[in-house]
């Protein structure tokens, strides 16, 4: 079964940072292109960055552009997200996933999500 394991969220005042990261027991050999995304209390999940694979070409949605950057240690197999002047909108929990591209956007590629990790920023 695959794992997820999100770390890094906390409490922190508009303007600041955190540094989340995401370690999966996805085999690395399958060169799976990562990415984060986030559910806000009430709302959907959605979509926030991805990374490809080998190319670290990266792709991010419109309200984090500038702000967030995406990640990847090859040889730890890790994903990181780079967050920096946090807003309070971006109060929610973090998830990562394996991704894939599709007409509606990018998509998690696994039905299964780990716990994630609780981002709140106060205003």
């Known amino acids: 079964q695959v794992q997820l394991v999100e770390s890094g969220g906390g409490l922190v005042q508009a303007g600041g940072s955190l540094r989340l990261s995401c370690a999966s027991s996805?085999?690395?050999?399958?060169?799976?292109?990562m990415g984060w995304f986030r559910q806000a209390a009430g709302e959907e999940r959605e979509f926030v960055a991805a990374?490809?694979?080998?190319?670290?070409?990266?792709h991010y949605t419109d309200s984090v552009k500038g702000r967030f950057t995406i990640s990847m240690d090859y040889d730890k197999n890790m994903v990181y997200l780079q967050m920096n002047n946090l807003k309070p909108e971006d109060t929610a929990i973090y998830y990562c996933n394996a991704v894939r591209p599709t007409v509606m956007g990018w998509s998690a590629m696994f039905g299964y999500w780990g716990r994630g990790t609780q981002v709140t920023v106060s205003s």
């Open positions: 990374i490809i694979w080998g190319a670290d070409r990266t």
């Open positions: 996805l085999p690395a050999e399958n060169h799976y292109d």
